[in-house]
């Protein structure tokens, strides 16, 4: 009985970490949105997205997929590529 709770108790906390270690996915996809509408607003193809950013079309098509993990440095190219701005927190000194 005890040890069925505490697998109980150790599988919702496994649960809870396993939701937490995927949050970055929400923003991914909403990124994802963003991108695509503004691709769509511009006429702007994946390929013409790709050489703006200078990276390869197929990279492109897992960024629009909403499931990949971004740096800040392709938030940057995406930005930049599609005259958008994504991060819009200010960072004061």
Do not use: F, P
């Given at each position: ?19 937490k270690s995927e949050d ?51 938030l940057c190219k995406i ?15």
């Amino acid at each position: 009985m005890a040890e069925d709770k505490i697998d109980n108790a150790l599988g919702e906390g496994m649960n809870i970490m396993e939701n937490k270690s995927e949050d970055w996915i929400c923003h991914s996809q909403a990124i994802a949105a963003i991108m695509s509408n503004r691709m769509e607003e511009l006429g702007m193809t994946q390929r013409a997205l790709a050489e703006k950013m200078n990276c390869t079309q197929q990279y492109v098509s897992k960024v629009l997929k909403g499931r990949e993990n971004l740096s800040l440095e392709t938030l940057c190219k995406i930005e930049n590529a599609l005259d958008i701005k994504i991060l819009q927190a200010r960072i004061n000194k």
